[in-house]
């Protein structure tokens, strides 16, 4: 997961006269009613659109590229029709927020859906954020859109909100831990994301792995490189070897590109040769 700035929010949720503005408008009279109320501005084509582009059509918990594969879910952080309270699925959920700009995000299926996987540590069988949306303190969760958000702090991370950086240590083998503050504990919104959306399933790590192996073999040519070119007096023949090891590097760096999936993780090997990003 890295920051992503948000977007302008695009026409269809933009203004009184937009279709989301007169979907929550119909959603506060159905809530006051008891009625149930469909929402469908949140998957307007300019939505998608936008949204694909400002993750650069990766998932937004786990930078999985979706391009390639399954279809993205344009995802509520806050649940819109039900959230888990202690264990027990509760209607309503975030109904108020369903066509709120600032509330979606693109997540691939893994992340988003609840369903069982195989993970690479034990005791975890499934994962999926589906209806979670747990927060620090119940008795300070945003309940109706008549009552202020006062103080609601969740514990899940919006990569557009937050800096997964502070929360996310990515390691050197595909894992991801919880950054440890200097008491040695853990971030709690860093160990309920992991766990919520599943950033610990074997097929991720193994991919995250597989990529920072290319970086570390094209850092470790390009040292190489660097290290014949520094022994050799011939200056033809020096110059070459600089050129492939800056060619290397440069290689190397392309994986840091927003558009490539994993990034977070292809920084942990530029760390780990105390390369500056």
């Avoid at 390639?68 to 309270?85: L, M, N, T, W």
């Avoid at 300070?140 to 937050?162: F, G, I, K, M, Y």
């Avoid at 492939?244 to 994986?255: E, T, V, Y």
């Amino acid at each position: 997961m890295i920051r992503v700035e948000r977007a302008e929010c695009p026409p269809s949720l933009n203004g009184p006269d937009s279709k989301g503005s007169r979907e929550r408008a119909a959603a506060l009279v159905a809530q006051a009613a008891g009625r149930k109320t469909k929402f469908k501005a949140y998957r307007e084509s300019d939505v998608v659109l936008t949204l694909r582009e400002m993750f650069n059509k990766k998932c937004a918990y786990c930078e999985f590229n979706y391009a390639a594969g399954s279809p993205e879910d344009i995802e509520h952080f806050r649940p819109k029709g039900a959230v888990v309270i202690n264990g027990q699925l509760t209607k309503p959920g975030y109904y108020w927020l369903a066509a709120e700009w600032s509330n979606l995000l693109p997540s691939c299926i893994d992340c988003n859906r609840k369903r069982s996987k195989e993970f690479v540590v034990p005791n975890q069988a499934s994962s999926g954020k589906a209806n979670l949306f747990p927060v620090v303190d119940e008795a300070h969760r945003w309940r109706s859109h008549t009552a202020p958000n006062v103080n609601e702090q969740p514990l899940l991370l919006n990569p557009c909100d937050d800096y997964p950086d502070q929360h996310l240590e990515f390691l050197n083998d595909g894992l991801v831990r919880a950054v440890a503050d200097t008491a040695g504990n853990p971030s709690p919104k860093g160990e309920t994301s992991i766990e919520v959306f599943g950033l610990l399933r074997h097929d991720l790590v193994e991919q995250r792995a597989a990529k920072q192996l290319m970086i570390r073999a094209a850092i470790e040519r390009a040292l190489e490189a660097a290290e014949i070119a520094e022994d050799t007096d011939d200056i033809t023949r020096r110059e070459k070897w600089l050129n492939l090891s800056a060619n290397l590097l440069m290689d190397a760096r392309a994986h840091l590109d927003p558009r490539q999936p994993y990034r977070a993780a292809s920084e942990a090997i530029f760390r780990e040769y105390g390369i500056p990003l």
